[in-house]
């Protein structure tokens, strides 16, 4: 059985990983939509689908196919194409790295 600390040590990862994911899509802002006003959380579930497969990511392109795979799911997959995301996926990989959640 997991312990109550154990939750609390477990859910604050999970928030900081959501930060860090977070951080990268809504500066990313595909379609510009946070910079033409819309809600922060505007790609939350997005963001989520992401940090939920961050154990997948073990590199640049990894990270490149993780967000392709999320966007064109919830988007224009015509749009979001590994290449597409080729730059954002590097942006993830390289925030990940510094913050020691991948190697």
């Known amino acids: ?14 928030q900081e990983l959501l ?7 809504r500066d990313w ?3 510009e939509l946070i910079a033409r006003g819309a809600p922060i959380d505007e790609f939350g579930s997005e ?6 497969q961050l154990s997948r990511i073990k590199s640049a392109t990894d990270a ?13 997959p015509q749009h979001f194409t590994p290449e597409a995301c080729r730059t954002v996926g ?7 790295q510094a913050h020691g ?3």
């Open 47 to 52: 963001i989520s689908s992401v940090t939920a």
């Open 19 to 25: 930060a860090l994911v977070g951080e990268v899509i």
């Open 64 to 76: 490149a196919h993780t967000i392709s795979r999320v966007f064109s799911s919830s988007f224009e």
């Open 1 to 14: 059985m997991i312990s109550r600390a154990d939750r609390k040590v477990g859910k604050r990862r999970y």
């Open 101 to 103: 959640v991948v190697e």
């Open 90 to 96: 590097e942006k993830l990989f390289l925030k990940l």
């Open 29 to 31: 802002d595909p379609y």
